[in-house]
């Protein structure tokens, strides 16, 4: 595909799910309908040559797939209320947390979803606390 109109991100996500075409692809597929769900305004981007990347007033997570595990990793994740314990992976950080789904694992679907919703909240608060701080022009 040369034209860029073919290749955007929702299409190359799309590809990236047929391309690999077994328990990735379809739990790839499945978390990324549950953040569709979550959040019907959340915008699919393809970032860092191939990854994807779900924004809300910035990122709420990425997608990436390994031999292993698909792992969603919150750009936000250690400030965000996690009751049902789904982050499993980049717990050390003081910023980033994710959960890595192994093959045959069950998603908590409505907790995944909460978590989901608290990112897109926290995004949209941090970004009108940085609309309020800047100095207004006379």
């Known amino acids: 595909m040369d034209g860029k109109a073919e290749d955007s991100p929702s299409r190359l996500i799309d590809a990236r799910i ?7 692809g379809e739990t790839l597929a499945r978390v ?3 953040i569709r ?3 019907p305004e959340v915008i699919e ?3 860092w ?6 924004s809300h007033a910035g ?12 792992k969603l990793t919150f750009a936000k994740g250690a400030s965000l209320e996690d009751p049902e314990s ?3 992976s980049s717990l050390e950080g003081n910023t980033r947390r994710a959960i ?28 009108a606390a940085r609309s309020q701080k800047k100095p207004k022009s006379a």
């Open 18 to 24: 047929d391309e690999l075409g077994d328990w990735r």
């Open 32 to 34: 990324r309908a549950l």
């Open 37 to 39: 769900q979550a959040d």
């Open 45 to 47: 981007e393809w970032k």
């Open 49 to 54: 040559r191939g990854v994807p990347v779900w």
């Open 59 to 70: 990122i709420i997570c990425t997608g990436e797939t390994y031999k292993q595990v698909v």
């Open 86 to 88: 789904l982050f499993n």
């Open 100 to 127: 890595d789904i192994r093959e045959g694992e069950k998603i908590d679907e409505g907790a995944l979803k909460a978590l989901i919703r608290a990112a897109v909240a926290l995004n949209t608060s941090a970004k």
